[in-house]
């Protein structure tokens, strides 16, 4: 019996990662695709993840919508917050330097 199990085991075990392989290669993943779409004018320094974390962090709320804007020569995160109150309000980060304006 234990005989039995060990090849099945390994050929599931190279089924299943060979299934995994085929479908990370197909589908970009979505922070991929949105960079491509809306890159902005002027190189970024703060990224738009970081720009989430740290408004995440110093307001204690969610951000729930995220877009980049351009203001002039400058590059402006945007991002829509949920709190805990369930208040929603805007939060714009400067993309050269972080901060918060």
Not at 19 to 36: E, K
Not at 48 to 71: N, S
């Amino acid at each position: 019996m234990n005989a039995l199990r060990r090849p099945t085991t390994a050929a599931l075990a190279l089924v299943l990662m060979a299934g995994g392989a085929v479908a990370g290669a197909v589908a970009p993943s979505p922070p991929q695709a949105v960079a491509r779409r809306s890159p902005p004018r002027i190189a970024a320094r703060v990224s738009m993840d970081q720009a989430v974390m740290l408004a995440e962090h110093r307001y204690r709320a969610r951000v729930v919508r995220a877009e980049t804007r351009t203001e002039g020569d400058r590059t402006i995160y945007v991002l829509r917050m949920l709190d805990g109150a369930g208040r929603v309000f805007s939060v714009r980060v400067d993309a050269a330097s972080g901060t918060i304006l």
